[in-house]
């Protein structure tokens, strides 16, 4: 079924359709590590994965390249303030390497618990430097930069079409940017890319370049890299609605004035999470929500926020409160208990997928992801009358899309300590390979009025 997504450059729904048939490139804009991922930015990565298993769902083989911006964003958009890296580290009496490290570290970690799946690889701006070096060389040999005092900079008024992404009207943008441009700036909508380290002051990340020690502007990373790693596979290019006036406008120019081609042919971008009063969740205001602080550390699972985001479409603002999380938390074990009621009664291994739902899912979801409509489709397959065995596998089919782990519902809670200890015994065994015990322990659980069934990555038990 013919997937279709809305892409910012068009702004229209298209049928989507990569360059190489059933291969597709995808680059989304990583983390800037110099403190903990919002709630808000995870809901862009959720979107994300959305779509990447939306991609698999739809037989695309997927290759998605993340970056972690390690250097180079400055704490204003552009080009003027302190570097956000050097900045973390000084609030916390660490080097920036350190920095860069732990934060990247806990970012993954929130993937990782929102089950979020692993990029094909994963690029840190520090490490491409030479990349980026090349990259403006480029540029500066096609006429496209000047040199100013504090640095390298892109002449936007040289690139024709500099508006088309956003479709910013640039005569008021240049009045409005007025107050805050830099006076050597050609244009306001000019940008670094490449800063010179401050004459007399040793950074803690620079770099020796053509054109003097100093680090590359934010912007650059992202098309260096997506060219280093996607080579020709430039299929969709993803991030947060804020990326849209500035980095992606940037990353559009400076690489199509290099490469004299079209860079990207999909450019999605996922909406706001606010706060109450319509404000944006922001690192920069400094009182925002981790998945630690809210989820985690007040007892409730982190997927019930990736399963709270599936109740607003992607390129909406969608309202953070804690009725929407109690909500999201009912919704959720609602669902679970649907399939591990399915699963009391016993799956039949060979029950296969019933069509007709899963036509009527994918619809949904290749309606530019449409989740919230997806979501109903769960819904309406477990109210439907198919046999349990077929709902359960449909479900579980959905399952790959939703991301929520239905395959690992258990009852252990409720497991007497006795079964409890054998299943502990039995993960053991299963561990160290030793599938004799593993048996023997399975047919004791049975004997004992329990069904054990072995899934991906675990085992789920339930009373017969
Ligand atoms: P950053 O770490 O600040 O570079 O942001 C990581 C991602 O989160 C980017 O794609 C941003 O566009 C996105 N983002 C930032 N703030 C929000 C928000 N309040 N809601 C949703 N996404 C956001
Ligand atoms: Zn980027």
Redesign the pocket.
Known sequence: MQLYLYNTLTRKKEAFKPIEDKKVGLYT?GPTVYNFAHIGNLRTFIFEDILKRALLYNGYRVKHIM?ITDVGHLTGDRDMGEDKMEKGAQREGKTAWEIAESYTRAFKQDMTHLNIMEPSLWCKATDSIPEQIELIKTLEEKGFTYNISDGIYFDTSKFEGYTKLSSQNLEALQEGARVEKNPEKRNATDFALWKFSPDGVKRQMEWDSPWGVGFPGWHIE?SAMSMKFLRDQLDIHC?GVD?IDV?HTN?IAQSEAATGKKFFNFWMHGAFLIISGGKKMAKSEGNFLTLDSTFIQNGIEPLVYRFATYQTHYRKPMEYSEEAVQAARNGLEHLRNQVRSLMSKGMVDTASVNDEYKQKFIKRLNDDLNMPRALASVQEALKSDMDDSEKLATVLDFDRVLGLDLEKVTVSEELPENIQQKIDARKKARAEKNWVLSDQLRDEIQALGYVVQDVKDGMTVFKK
């Open positions: 804009c970056n992202c991030g990326h980095h990353e």
